[in-house]
Structures are given as C-alpha cells and as structure tokens.
C-alpha cells in the first residue's frame, strides 16, 4: 500500500535539544496529520493541520503543512525522555489516512 | 471504557486457521476505520465504516478479509485461511464523523 516518506528514519538525540522531521508525498493532501506511537500502543494525535501553510503549535511542538500540499515537518523543541517513540506522518484522503514510514526518537539524558 | 478496545490483545494462530478480531469503539462514534501495521511500517487502511455499511473496503488486501459492524457499533475483522504474511498488528480506531481518528492498543496477530 501506499505509505509517505519520512525522515530520518531515525533520531538519538541528547535531553534538551530541538529535533526536525519531515514527510513528503507525491500526491496532494488537504489534511496533514501529525502522530506518535508508544510501544504496544496505537497511535495517538499530536497536531492536525487543514490549510496550505498553515504553522500550528501544540506546547513544544510545532508543525507545518507544505504550500504545495505535498509535505510537512515536525519540530520538537526542548526535548525531554517521554519524548521517545516513533513518530508518524499523515495525510488524510477522503476519510482515509495514508501514514508515513516513521521517524524513531530516542532521547538520552 | 472511555477509549477504542481491542480483543485480543495478542492471537497467535497456525496457518490455515481462521481468525476473528473485534474493536469496541468510543461511544457514539459512527465511523469505524481498520489499519494493519507491520514491523517497522506505519498503519496501513484496510476498511472504513460509516454507520452498519463499509464506506470503503478498498484496502483490504483480498477476499480472505472480510469485517461487519452489524449494529454500528462493535465492528469484527474476519481473517479466512490466514498465511504467514498476515502476521501485523491490526488497529482499529474511531471517529465522531470527519473528525480525529482516535486509535485503539491493537491486537497483535502471529501466523505460524
């Protein structure tokens, strides 16, 4: 199935350091999502964003959708240990989500 | 419960078998969604249920996958003849119409 590309694939960054994400499609999106995923857990929403351009924080995150609707970045600033998890992209078809390849995050202190 | 469940959390099973795995979505909710996540991938659709009826079944990957919600509540993801390569975690998760898909823990399949 078709899944979006993200980078890194992997992060190992220290405690209080920014880190950057990003997600790229071939194919328009009108909704980029934003998730992460704990071990044995689904995943969960972090910041939705609806319009081209669009900048939308959510405390240290902050994330941005594309002006060609075709990708997306995460920043994470400050990070902190409960930071560790894989992080996902999305894009919202109709009432689908098509999901990125992931970024892991860990954080030492 | 206040969020999507998933029964079981874990079904090991041996080829050839047939498996049945259920969602309890969050009350009131009337879409339904199922992903399947493989090691090391993000989730990937399967199905979308608005109300009782599948709205899209266009990710299912053929016809030993089938799933119901007959009274679009609880919704059953039915596996026929499973094979190795159905070994994932299937996720299921919720919405109150567009709105945020809330995710379930999932339930870990394993095809031996």
């Known amino acids: 199935g078709q899944q979006l590309n993200q980078s890194p694939q992997s992060m190992f960054i220290q405690e209080g350091e920014d880190v950057s994400m990003n997600c790229t499609s071939s194919s328009i999106f009108n909704t980029w999502l934003w998730y992460k995923q704990d071990p044995g857990e689904g995943p969960v929403l972090l910041i939705a964003l609806y319009k081209a351009g669009e900048l939308t924080s959510n405390g240290r995150l902050t994330a941005q959708f594309g002006i060609t609707r075709k990708d997306s970045f995460l920043n994470i600033s400050a990070s902190i240990p409960s930071d560790v998890g894989i992080y996902f992209c999305a894009g919202r078809i109709t009432d689908k989500l098509i999901f990125g390849t992931g970024t892991r995050l860990q954080v030492f202190p | 419960g206040a969020g999507v469940s998933q029964t079981p959390s874990n079904k090991v099973t041996e080829k050839g078998k047939y498996v049945e795995l259920r969602c309890d979505p969050i009350?009131?909710?009337?879409?339904l969604y199922w992903y399947r996540q493989s090691l090391g991938q993000g989730p990937e659709f399967l199905i979308y249920f608005q109300g009782t009826g599948a709205a899209d079944d266009s990710g299912l990957p053929n016809d030993r996958f089938f799933a119901v919600r007959p009274e679009g509540s609880v919704s059953t993801l039915k596996i026929q003849r499973t094979e190795r390569g159905d070994s994932a975690v299937y996720l299921c998760a919720s919405s109150a119409g567009a709105d945020t898909q809330y995710f379930g823990p999932g339930t870990r399949l394993t095809v031996l």
């Open positions: 009350s009131g909710h009337t879409a």
